[in-house]
């Protein structure tokens, strides 16, 4: 099959090419496109990989005056006039080349195109290697997808110094990996006979495949993290999510999922006008990567920054006694807490999430320190990890808060007590990012210091040579706090999870640590945002994860367990747990009426 498509490829697509050629010197040259390198996943499973397919390319400037071609070519392809037109006019940037505007054509309508000749100037039929995703929804916001290069790639590539191919990556793992993945193009030369047909290959420069990527992504937890996310959407249509998962010795990204995701194949086909509109004007926002550029505020989660702030400034005292009757009083001003949980000290205060007990904890630490160890802990920074997209989210800093309130250099910014109060249990301007709160809790695993969350494990030359990344085996940053602490807020996260607001997360042979947060937003009517940060196992850590969940209720009931099931089954992979026959946990729905008990609860 691939011999007959080649011959049929240089006897009739390239015919009249070639003959033209031989006119002047009697042999032809036909680029050869290199096939885009394949992604893999840390056990070898295909992500992304290549398979022949007939294209038709069209020369933008050929078409430009002969506008009638698109329409006859539309009719041949059964494809509407105007997503011809749009793929042409994404192919401006090369005005007198050849570019892709349609993959997967038939032979048989391959063979029409090829024989109408002088009646579709401009057009041409190809075989390419073409990218294609086995599963291409729940990797989506990893890998990215490719197609023909617009004036806007151009320029970016031009700034990478990166000679564009007839296929680029346009986001994702795909875009960042260009120079890695687009390979060396290569050329055959072919002699003509008398009749201007070929009749042999003189020479052949053949084409490089692109290098081969293996990630630090486990597929199979990729998987069940889209499946738990998606159970949560099928429950509640307006609802969204995220949830990453780290190796904290390494900062391997061993899961990164956002719901709602897109197919990344339909890009492939060039997606229609209608379709990508649908998409971009989704209220769900399904093209964008919650996992790394969704700003939430942290809710009770930014309580394990404010123990720590706390600790470094001086004013942590775990045996300290606080009495909560329900609220904490500042100025005229009451922020109240879950329940009245009387004289309270710290470890208790975290199982139970004491809004009074943090309360109390922020003002006596002030705004400077709790702002300073947020930043000093990565929230309102990038991580730096290897994909394209990623946000800072925000800590309400002096800096901010001058430029918000417009005031000068000099002038001192507005901030309240009640602000404080705020800050210190996770709410008001504060925003974090999932990932964000997974590397927190990574570096809470390591005990003040964490790596650089990074996606790429290896690189595989064609010829199977292993090329260096940029990946480091030094950690990205490392917090000075007093050794004590650290044991304090590791029982204490343990317990959460044994014995308080996440009891829902615990898995049967292992001990881990853990942190619901649950965050109100856009008036009273709506659910609260539900968060998990944690780390497994406590004594040894080989997962650290966050999970946000928007519009779903108590971080405890719909977050915790979602973390659970992807702690469990990673627990199996590697050994820690024992593999079990039966489905994997499952997001425990909790009841209207069970959730209704919740409703008036600021922040858990």
Avoid at 138 to 161: C, E, M, S
Avoid at 292 to 309: E, H, R
Avoid at 406 to 420: A, C, F, M, N, V
Avoid at 581 to 596: D, E, I, N, P, R
């Amino acid at each position: 099959m691939v011999v007959f498509l080649r011959l049929w490829y240089l006897q009739v697509v390239k015919a009249a090419e070639l003959s033209d050629k031989a006119f002047s010197y009697g042999y032809g040259y036909v680029p050869k496109l290199a096939p885009r390198g394949l992604i893999e996943d840390r056990n070898g499973t295909l992500l992304a990989g290549v398979r022949s397919e007939l294209v038709v390319t069209a020369i933008p400037e050929v078409l430009k005056h002969n506008p009638a071609v698109v329409t006859k070519l539309a009719y041949i392809l059964g494809v509407s006039e105007d997503k011809l037109k749009q793929k042409l006019q994404n192919a401006r940037a090369k005005p007198f080349f050849p570019s892709p505007i349609y993959a997967g054509v038939p032979i048989e309508i391959a063979t029409r195109i090829a024989e109408s000749g002088d009646d579709l100037p401009g057009i041409d039929v190809e075989s390419q290697s073409i990218r294609y995703y086995p599963d291409d929804s729940d990797f989506a916001h990893i890998l990215g997808y490719v197609w023909t290069p617009n004036q806007k790639d151009l320029d970016r590539l031009k700034t990478l110094k990166i000679k564009p191919q007839d296929y680029v990556g346009k986001v994702g793992l795909e875009a960042k990996y260009e120079q890695e993945l687009m390979g060396t193009p290569g050329m055959e030369q072919v002699q003509l006979d008398a009749k201007k047909q070929p009749v042999a290959i003189v020479s052949t420069n053949q084409p490089v495949p692109g290098d081969k990527l293996t990630l630090s992504i486990d597929s199979d937890l990729q998987k069940l993290a889209m499946q738990q996310l998606n159970n949560v959407l099928a429950n509640s249509p307006d609802s969204a999510g995220a949830a990453v998962a780290i190796d904290p010795k390494t900062g391997e990204v061993l899961c990164m999922a956002s719901n709602p995701t897109y197919h990344a194949n339909q890009f492939l086909q060039g997606i229609k006008t209608q379709d990508f509109e649908t998409l971009k004007n989704d209220p769900l926002k399904p093209l964008y990567n919650r996992a790394i550029d969704g700003a939430y505020s942290p809710g009770s989660t930014f309580k394990l920054v404010s123990t720590l702030a706390a600790a470094k400034c001086g004013t942590f005292d775990p045996e300290r006694v606080v009495v909560c009757n329900g609220y904490y009083e500042v100025g005229n001003r009451r922020s109240r807490c879950l329940g009245h949980h009387g004289p309270i000290r710290f470890e208790q205060a975290l199982v139970k999430s004491c809004n009074t007990y943090f309360s109390d904890l922020a003002i006596r630490t002030g705004p400077d320190g709790l702002r300073n160890e947020a930043e000093a802990v990565g929230l309102g920074h990038r991580s730096g990890i290897d994909l394209p997209g990623e946000g800072k989210a925000l800590v309400p800093t002096d800096d901010w808060l001058r430029t918000v309130q417009k005031l000068s250099k000099d002038q001192k910014p507005r901030w309240y007590p009640g602000d404080t109060v705020n800050l210190g249990i996770g709410q008001g301007e504060l925003a974090v990012t999932p990932l964000q709160m997974a590397d927190l809790a990574c570096l809470i695993a390591n005990k003040g210091f964490c790596y650089t969350p990074h996606l790429l494990k290896s690189v595989t030359a064609a010829d199977g040579t292993q090329l260096p990344t940029d990946a480091s085996d030094q950690p990205r940053w490392k917090v000075d706090e007093p050794d004590f602490i650290w044991p304090q807020l590791e029982t204490a996260m343990v317990d959460v999870i044994e014995h308080g607001t996440a009891r829902r997360a615990r898995i049967p042979g292992i001990t881990w640590a853990g942190k619901t947060g649950s965050t109100e937003h856009s008036g009273p009517d709506k659910k609260t945002h539900s968060w998990f940060v944690g780390y497994a196992p406590a004594d040894n850590p080989r997962i650290a994860v966050a999970v946000l969940v928007e519009e779903s209720g108590h971080g405890g009931e719909i977050a915790a367990p979602i973390a659970a099931a992807i702690v469990k089954r990673y627990m199996e992979e590697v050994g820690v747990l024992p593999k079990e026959s039966s489905v994997a946990l499952k997001v425990a729905t909790a009841s209207s009426a069970h959730l209704a008990s919740f409703s008036s609860f600021k922040i858990r």
